[in-house]
């Protein structure tokens, strides 16, 4: 059994990836969800059997590239989404396998595990172009490469084949990066491509050294998890699950086009990021001085940086920080003596005030809980009780 399992774990490592038919599948349903699919209601046509119908302007505006591939136009003004992502991928597909083969293979066909991310550097520094990276591309900057490089006609060292190859490839390589990206199993964070935890409850790739804090961070992370499914906040730490996966589906169409945002938007964004802010106090404990007072970009990179690194989507920052205030709050009761008081000291104070509303006095009251007088002293000067 043990030796048969050891052999899928092989074949599922080893499984080939179509990064350009990944990239095409990936960048048609982007261009539908920023705004080239037209909504119907079903009973209107049913003959379409609620089967995706696209503005066929708006959609060719925006893959113009692998549009004019077509020798024949698109259905005007509205066409099927579907017939015509296979059109252009057959014709892709023809073109590929006729002009560079190899790039192909490479890309499309080869059995080997390929990393297009890697393979498009080696190749940028071998032809010593003047668009070489000297980082690796992030899933996000490999999203917004690929879709720049299908447009650069003024590329020397590419053909528009070649361009169309790489491009995809590049954006295919994201969306594989970004399908494996979940809400951690703990937390309202999400996860590292492939993991089940974020990187603040994650124990895999730690050093000797940072083994024991990040043991005591899941260990705490545990424990909060468990302090808020016992109170029913699971939902609001995590999100719904329908609203999560279509947060999800439509961050990759915003990274891809990098729409710009009109002003009234980000200004209204803006003042709801500052009213949450104001609102919970250990996520603003968090930030440098003067936070506040920078502008929209720099204080959500830096909010990216401190609650979430892979929280792709520019917006929405509000509903987050409410869920990194919760989450510290909670952090607080279950790490006594670090973070705050913990559970047993909450409990502790919730039945001293009941027992003082009942008319018992300090010393009656620490003896029925076993405690001290001086402890609820203590309680009564930090205004706990």
Known sequence: MERGVKTANVKSRSRKHNWVLAGWNALHRATLDVGAEISYEPWEIPELRNRPIADAGCYMALVQPLTQLLVQDLEAPSMRAEPARILIWRKLRMLGRRSHPDLWRLLAEDCQVSDPVQEYHQMQHASQTSVATTVPMSPVLAARHGYKLLWQTDRSDLDQVQRLLWGLALIGWSAHHWEQVATCELCFRFTRPGSRFCYEHTQSQTQDSERSAAYRRYRLGRKVHQLAEQRGKLEFLRGNSML?????????????????????????????????????????????????DLDFETLTEILRE????????????????????????????????????????????????????????????????????????????????
């Open 244 to 292: 999560r996966e279509a947060r999800r589906r439509l961050a990759l169409s915003d990274v891809i086009f990098e729409w710009e945002y009109e002003a009234d938007a980000v200004a209204d964004e803006f003042e709801n990021l500052h009213d949450m802010l104001n609102l919970s106090p250990r996520v603003l404990g968090k930030l440098e001085p003067g936070a506040l």
């Open 306 to 385: 401190i609650l979430d690194p892979y929280h792709w989507d520019p917006m929405l920052w509000g509903l987050t920080i409410l869920q990194a205030e919760f989450w510290f709050s909670l952090e607080e009761e279950s790490a006594p003596g670090k973070r705050g008081r913990g559970v047993t000291a909450q409990e502790q104070i919730r039945r001293a005030k009941a027992l003082a509303q009942q008319g018992l006095r300090k010393s009656q009251i620490a003896r029925e809980l076993g405690i001290s007088a001086s402890t609820i002293s203590q309680w009564v000067a930090r205004g706990l009780y």
